[in-house]
């Protein structure tokens, strides 16, 4: 017995090394697992129009749009509103269609915001991370990106406006995407950073959407960016 005490030592100190590098894998995962927060290029032909946009328009500027598709679509459904409200005022659009929070940090690093100069910046993003990526990491995305324009334009006022509800009806990322509108709001600052959130304008009564406003039930109509840009506009105003 005397001669297997060795041995049943050297078993038990090497099962407590494997657990010891077990636990210390999982902490790394865990730590790493938030795919929101880490940059990825979005290799799509507006990837490089946005970014190529920044560098024919340097200097100040009144607006930049950061967004995904529904930012994208000032320039389709949107056109005839951006002219109406954005039209005399320097304004620049730097949505892209799918992006998600990880493709804005990626943009940025790649120059997006450099040389521009805008009085103010209009953030709507997440609903494309509501797919793959809890609430808190679609949280934590929105909230880096806040975060980098901070930094990268310390003068400019941001107005981070609250996901917008999607699909037909309630649903799973409905209430997803109300839950992280809950936590944005503590964004706003009331100084540099402000808060807006219009969703329950573009729900009817029964909690449903009408295509009126949203044809596919996440892009919207003429009539969906009218009423965002109203409701941005007294913001806008002010901060302008």
């Not at 129009?49 to 529904?70: H, M, R, T, W």
């Not at 941001?158 to 649903?171: H, M, W, Y």
């Not at 449903?208 to 892009?219: C, E, G, Q, R, T």
């Amino acid at each position: 017995m005397k001669t297997l005490r060795p041995y049943l030592a050297l078993i038990v100190a090497v099962l407590a090394l494997a657990s010891q590098v077990h636990a210390q894998s999982n902490a790394a995962s865990t730590a790493q697992a938030n795919t929101a927060i880490v940059p990825l290029q979005h290799t799509s032909p507006r990837t490089e129009i946005v970014l190529q946009y920044a560098k024919e328009n340097p200097g100040k500027c009144g607006v930049i749009f950061i967004g995904d598709s529904i930012t994208q679509g000032w320039e389709g459904n949107g056109r005839n509103v951006w002219q109406k409200y954005y039209g005399k005022r320097k304004c620049l659009n730097f949505g892209v269609g799918a992006d998600r929070t990880q493709h804005v940090l990626w943009r940025f690093e790649h120059g997006q915001l450099d040389g521009v100069k805008p009085k103010a910046a209009v953030l709507m993003i997440g609903t494309n991370n509501t797919h793959d990526n809890t609430e808190a990491e679609t949280l934590e995305g929105v909230q880096l990106i806040v975060k980098q324009i901070r930094a990268r334009l310390p003068d400019t006022k941001i107005i981070v406006v609250g996901i917008f509800p999607r699909g037909q009806s309630f649903g799973v990322e409905r209430g997803k995407i109300l839950q992280v509108n809950q936590a944005l709001a503590k964004l706003a600052d009331g100084k540099m950073v402000h808060y807006l959130d219009f969703g329950s304008q573009l729900v009817e009564a029964d909690g449903s959407i009408s295509k009126a406003v949203m044809p596919d039930y996440l892009h919207l109509s003429e009539a969906g960016y009218e009423i965002w840009a109203k409701a941005i506009e007294p913001k806008l105003k002010k901060l302008l």
